[in-house]
């Protein structure tokens, strides 16, 4: 409840303590991000590891409770530091469409420990602060974000790949520990270039066949640039549909700087599979009668319908956060059935996006989404 509360003790000489509880819609979640995609199809993607000091870090703010809040009021986020001084303030930038409960920022990582702090003003005239629960510290060490091409996401049972990253060390000289680990053991070996040599030199070489862990230690320098090239293989004995999720961990001998870079690799059969999953609409509810004071209060009901003609279908799922997906049946992983799914969102939301993917990492050829139509109620 708004306004002032007031708390009366009836013996002054007594012991007393007071709790108060309260639950709001308003609150926020973030990810850092990075811009990929090919050209034409460019998006934002969370980053792999932690953000890197001294450089421009991006940044998206999933805001609960929209509606509840008065936007163009008062609407701020802060970088505070761990004793909430205001390190600097930001008007961020709202998505549109779909996406309006979507903010944008960017900034320079600070050298200190941060967080973020979303303030604005809700419907009823009252100022609300939300503080991100986790503290993040930007690193001197940094890796590339993963490049499709450098990268590749698929490999047959008994063949072999690479994986190719920028490692930039901004702080000071110092001896590198870089760890290879994946879950099915395909690690081969990890090969170090540096900026000075041709790609064709290797630094010291350490090679282990079909390894869950494989190691190198080199030395960089202040502000050098080393490219780490893992090398990676299936047996051919793997299975086809198998996801092996692998991560790279560099970290310093004197100090606690790290950071890491994960990425996912899938056994496919030996022909390619060009095949993007197909999805379509099938029937929606509307919100129609709802105003935008109470779409929270009520829910829409979108049926949609997937397949995969190739290998399989892999992942499913809404764009816009706080939908619920139920499926008709058991939803397993690399089917090519026919698969019936029922997003559940509440009326606030002016449409639900679906995306899809199949198992050797096709995503959906085209839009699918249930937009309200017009003459609906859609002022959020």
């Keep these: 409840m708004v306004g002032r509360w007031t708390f009366v003790a009836s013996f002054a000489a007594a012991q007393h303590s007071v709790v108060v509880r309260a639950t709001s819609s308003i609150?926020?979640?973030f990810n850092f991000v990075f811009v990929g995609g090919r050209p034409g199809h460019l998006g934002v993607f969370p980053i792999s590891g932690q953000p890197i000091v001294d450089t421009l870090a991006k940044v998206v703010l999933t805001v609960d409770g929209l509606e509840d809040t008065d936007v163009s009021a008062d609407f701020h986020v802060d970088l505070i530091d761990g004793m909430s001084n205001t390190i600097e303030t930001f008007d961020p930038e709202q998505g549109s469409g779909y996406s309006t409960n979507l903010y944008g920022v960017?900034?320079?990582s600070p050298t200190v420990p941060f967080r973020l702090r979303l303030r604005g003003t809700d419907k009823c005239g009252s100022a609300f602060v939300r503080v991100a629960?986790?503290?993040?510290?930007?690193q001197t060490l940094g890796?590339?974000?993963?490049?499709?091409a450098n990268n590749p996401n698929v490999i047959a049972p008994g063949g072999f790949t690479n994986a190719t990253f920028q490692l930039h060390n901004s702080g000071d000289t110092d001896v590198i520990d870089v760890v290879y680990n994946d879950d099915l053991g395909f690690g081969e070996d990890i090969i170090i270039i540096f900026?000075?040599?041709p790609l064709t030199s290797r630094r010291r070489r350490r090679r282990r066949r079909g390894a869950s862990s494989v190691s190198e230690t080199f030395e960089l320098k202040a502000n050098e640039?080393?490219?780490v090239v893992v090398s990676y293989g299936a047996p051919s004995s793997s299975q086809f549909g198998q996801a092996n999720t692998a991560t790279v961990t560099a970290s310093t001998q004197s100090s606690e700087t790290?950071?890491?870079?994960?990425?996912?690799?899938?056994v496919t059969p030996d022909e390619p599979d060009?095949?993007?999953p197909t999805c379509r609409v099938l029937e929606y509810t509307t919100c129609a009668g709802v105003s935008a004071l109470e779409c929270n209060r009520y829910s829409r009901r979108v049926r949609a319908q997937f397949r995969d003609v190739g290998i399989g279908l892999q992942t499913i799922r809404a764009r816009q956060s706080g939908v619920q997906l139920a499926y008709d049946g058991d939803f397993v992983s690399g089917t090519n059935e026919t698969v019936n799914v029922t997003a559940t969102s509440s009326c606030c939301y002016l449409a639900i996006d679906f995306e899809s993917s199949d198992v050797v990492g096709n995503l959906q050829s085209s839009r699918c989404s249930a937009v309200i139509p017009p003459g609906v109620p859609n002022d959020k």
């Design 274 to 276: 060009a095949e993007s």
């Design 258 to 266: 790290f950071n890491y870079v994960s990425f996912q690799v899938v």
């Design 143 to 148: 890796f590339s974000s993963p490049d499709a």
């Design 106 to 108: 960017a900034f320079v």
């Design 195 to 197: 900026d000075d040599e």
């Design 27 to 29: 609150n926020f979640d």
């Design 225 to 227: 640039t080393a490219t």
């Design 133 to 138: 629960p986790t503290e993040t510290r930007a």
